[in-house]
């Protein structure tokens, strides 16, 4: 039966498609989640040509991976995983190093964004951002930009609740440091 | 406490937090200032990293299709391509398509060069404030075949066959002009398909039994017709209009059966060239067709076990699956079939005797799904239930406004995913109504509609009758000035209305309480337009509350008639002589409305009520006045660039002036800032066609 509302089949039922064979709903799960991914990976290797090939795999790998999907975690989750898995190994190929930064540049959680806001452009900010350690940047992203819970962070990251609660707090007191609130300011 | 609530302020604000928490956490808001000032930074924070996040990509390339042989030999289902095709053809539904009153448009872009004559439109997709103007009690039949100053394509450039063609379409039978937008298609004159009407047929499988995956066509065949496409009589005959479009498989001259991909048609076999891809392989197949269909790529690469993700070795042979897809050019092979393998590891080398195309099959048929009516009454009060609320991402609220009123029927996609067809580009200002509307009837599976002119009233009884709307308001925020804004109908009571506002909350739930008046003045600077979303199977429901409504143009003269109280009431009503000017631009009467908007203009609106309706920039247009045009587009640009239509428009007045290079920059501009907007698509096309002139220069020949 044709059921041309399929674009409105959850994830999970799109999925089980998959695995029984319908290249189709691989069509679906990429114009739903293809930018979102892109865009993550263009994040993690920094290349758009290399993301795009990387994403292709990732898509292959989807498609492989079907029919072992549990559904303990979305979709979307389980998608980023493996883009994860797959940025980093073409990373430590190609020898590309994470961002170091001193976590001493810190500042304090007291002193209002918005005041540093006034003072530094919004562009700024995004500059900040960027010069987050890749852990830290990478975890605002999955919270901010992929619109993933706690939990979800944790597994795609591969680490504990409670390590992505300090990331955050930790992201955000840096972003702060670099715009140049200081403890003392 | 206060760190529990604290470390669940970024999931707030990313709208993941579950709905219980995210009431919770609104109750403690409200009393604990500090956390509303980490509230606020982690809002500046996730704006800065969705816009960076989102900056890096805008673009989706094609999905290349190389899966094969997973857990071995996997024999594609029959259905899956077939599915492909109906989930792919951009079937504009609604009471746009449905009604059989017919428009034409006195407003032109471009020179028409031939006897053109029948012009299609992409109207019902364009906007608002655009000027069409109806035409009614004229001769439809000859109203139809005025020339009209179009677009249109040198008799060189026209892919039209050369098949004999039945004869015209029924004496009786209107030949009528369906409005029209920028851009028009035209048609030949009196060029048409005849197609005997089969049980099960609608105007959708006829449409893709003609092999052409554009909307238009099927309301031109209604309004060729005068049929209702809902309910066609078996053994009735259709018109089908010949014309060719930019969408090249349009061109397909003949009606063609529908024939899923089967494998039981065999297989035709292509030798592999140096060089070769599988792009190259379904061109050579599909006769030099200059589009390929990608939903045979992964058949074909699935049957062959090949990656074509890479080279293909010079002399293999590939094997094309039989039988043919909606384009209907895969008839034209003759190879020799092959049989489906038995089993995929014996090669497949077999010549069979040519298997004949067989005569018909099943056509798609659009399937309703199941009514949706969720309400809530208490007292005087009722609500919509099971919206879920979220907050808007930076510039979003055109797609989260969508998002939530889409939830009422079950969408579980957060407004990232509308998002993505919306506003490509996060700094992209301005979602329009008609690209909002298009979206839901394209990729939802539900319906919607936008009108104009409405009154909180009617608003009121959709709600009541379970209907969610999203009616768009300026906004007058102290932090921000005046913006832009969608609001969620959700719910009303006698004196209020209560929406969900992706910026200002949910009231817990509730719906923020606006009373008739104040909502009504939020409104009316967006000329009181909405949107209706509505499951297919409520359309008749629909018809009922909306009444005279129905009918757009109802909307347009009750937007006229409102502001010409208004300006009746005070004279230097600012925004009453704006919606003045949109609502007679649509009406036709440009030389008013562009004196309307001058009057506005005049009197001093907010400068980013230009982000969002393009008004001003058509009326001007229209005259003649590409200078204004160009310097109203360059006044607006020099507050932001993230505007697609403004753009467009300064590169149609640049057409105009006969500066191709300029305007092809403008258009290509726009695309940048979403590359989904298809009238500047079309534009750039025109201007590589050579056809795209400035009014009053003929082209060469």
């Known amino acids: 039966m044709t059921d041309w509302t399929i674009s409105t089949e959850s994830d999970p039922t799109l999925v089980a498609r998959l695995a029984a064979g319908e290249t189709q709903a691989l069509d679906v799960l990429y114009a739903r989640h293809g930018l979102a991914l892109l865009g993550y990976l263009v994040g993690q290797v920094g290349d758009q040509a290399l993301a795009e090939e990387i994403l292709q795999d990732v898509m292959l790998a989807v498609w492989h991976g079907a029919g072992s999907f549990r559904g303990d975690s979305s979709v979307r989750t389980w998608m980023l995983a493996i883009a994860r898995r797959r940025a980093i190994t073409e990373r430590q190929r190609r020898s590309v190093d994470a961002v170091a930064l001193d976590d001493d540049l810190a500042a304090n959680d007291t002193g ?8 530094a452009e919004r562009d700024d900010l995004r500059a900040a951002l960027r010069r987050l350690p890749d852990d830290q940047r990478e975890t605002l992203e999955l919270v901010f930009y992929h619109d993933l819970s706690g939990p979800e962070v944790a ?18 007191a840096l972003l702060k440091g670099l715009l140049g609130v200081r403890t003392d300011a | 406490m206060h760190e529990y609530w604290e470390d669940r302020l970024p999931y707030y604000v990313a709208g993941t937090l579950p709905p219980d928490e995210r ?44 899966y094969p042989s997973r857990n071995g030999w996997h024999k594609p289902e029959n259905s899956s391509v077939e599915e492909h095709i109906v989930t792919t053809f951009e079937l504009t539904r609604g009471l746009e398509l449905r009604r059989n009153t017919t428009s034409s448009r006195t407003l032109s872009f471009f020179t028409l060069a031939a006897a053109a004559v029948i012009v299609i439109v992409f109207a019902a997709l364009i906007i608002t404030p655009g000027g069409s103007h109806k035409n009614t009690g004229e001769d439809p039949s000859s109203a139809g075949l005025a020339a009209q100053a179009t677009a249109t394509l040198p008799p060189t450039n026209t892919p039209l066959p050369s098949t004999a063609l039945p004869t015209q379409p029924p004496a009786d039978s209107p030949v009528s002009q369906v409005t029209a937008t920028p851009f028009a298609i035209t048609l030949e004159p009196q060029r048409y398909v005849e197609h005997t009407v089969v049980a099960g047929e609608d105007c959708l499988s006829i449409a893709v039994m003609y092999g052409n995956t554009d909307p238009s066509v099927i309301e031109l065949i209604e309004t060729f017709n005068e049929v209702d496409c809902d309910a066609l009589p078996v053994g009735a005959k259709i018109w089908v209009p010949v014309s060719f479009s930019p969408a090249p498989d349009f061109a397909t001259p003949t009606a063609l059966p529908v024939l899923p991909l089967n494998a039981n048609e065999g297989f035709l076999e292509y030798l592999v060239q140096p060089g070769d891809d599988c792009l190259d392989v379904l061109a050579a197949y599909s006769q030099n067709q200059p589009w390929v269909d990608w939903s045979l790529m992964s058949v074909i ?126 700094e992209d200002k301005s979602v329009n109504p008609w690209q909002m509307t298009y979206y839901v009837n394209t990729y939802t599976g539900n319906n919607a509609l936008y009108r104009m002119g409405g009154t909180v009233d009617l608003l009121k009884s959709l709600v009541e009758a379970g209907f969610p709307v999203i009616a768009a308001v300026g906004l007058d925020s102290s932090e921000d000035e005046w913006l832009g ?5 959700m ?211």
Not at chain 1, 112 to 119: K, N, S, T, Y
Not at chain 2, 35 to 63: G, M, N
Not at chain 2, 546 to 575: C, F, H, K, M, T
Request: charged content about 20%; overall charge negative.
């Open chain 2, 491 to 701: 719910g009303r009571d006698d004196d209020n209305v209560l929406v969900y506002d992706s910026y200002l909350g949910s009231n817990d739930d509730q719906g923020r309480p606006y009373a008739d008046a104040d909502f009504d003045a939020a409104w009316r600077q967006f000329n009181r337009t909405f949107i209706v979303i509505y499951e297919p199977g409520r359309e008749k429901d629909l018809r009922t509350i909306l009444g005279e409504y129905v009918d757009p143009w109802y909307g347009y003269n009750a937007a006229l008639e409102q502001s010409r109280d208004e300006i009746a009431e005070n004279a230097e009503d600012q925004w009453a002589w704006f919606n003045q000017g949109t609502a007679l631009g649509v009406l036709g009467d440009v030389q008013e409305a562009a004196a309307a908007y001058d009057k506005a203009l005049e009197l001093g609106l907010p400068y980013r009520l230009l982000w969002y309706q393009f008004g001003p920039f058509e009326a001007y247009y229209q005259l003649g006045r590409y200078d204004d045009v160009i310097a109203l587009a360059d006044s607006v640009l020099d507050d932001t660039i993230y505007i697609e239509e403004i753009h467009y428009w300064k590169g149609m007045a640049l057409v105009q002036q006969g500066k191709f290079d300029a305007a092809l920059e403008s258009f290509q501009t726009a695309l940048q800032m979403n590359a989904n907007y298809f009238p500047a698509q079309q534009a750039i096309q025109l201007i590589e066609w050579g056809i795209a002139l400035p009014d009053g220069i003929e082209p060469l020949d």
């Open chain 1, 155 to 172: 597994e795609v990251m591969g680490i504990s609740p409670g390590t992505v609660k300090s990331r955050l707090h930790r992201a955000k």
């Open chain 2, 23 to 66: 009431s919770a956490l609104e109750r403690h808001l409200r009393t604990c200032l500090l956390c509303q000032d980490k509230l606020h930074e982690w809002q500046l924070i996730t704006h800065a990293v969705r816009a960076e996040a989102s900056s890096r990509v805008s673009f989706l390339p094609p999905l290349k299709r190389v």
């Open chain 2, 301 to 426: 690469e699935q049957t062959n076990q090949v990656s074509c993700l890479y080279p293909l070795t010079p002399g293999s042979v590939i094997l094309i699956p039989g039988g043919t897809s909606a384009a209907g050019a895969y008839l034209e092979a003759t190879a020799t079939p092959i049989p489906w393998p038995e089993n995929p590891n014996e090669p497949m080398n077999t010549t069979v005797e040519a298997a004949p195309v067989p005569a018909n099959a099943a056509p798609p048929t659009p399937v309703a799904g199941p009514v949706t009516l969720n309400i809530s009454q208490d007292g005087d009060t009722t609500r919509l239930e099971g919206i879920r609320y979220e907050q808007q991402g930076w510039n979003n609220q055109g797609p989260t406004a969508l998002t939530m009123a889409l939830s009422y029927y079950g969408w579980d996609q957060k407004q990232d995913v509308a998002a993505q067809w919306l506003k490509p580009n996060i």
């Open chain 1, 112 to 119: 209002p964004l918005d005041v540093l806001i006034q003072r």
């Open chain 2, 485 to 489: 804004h969608y609001q969620v109908l």
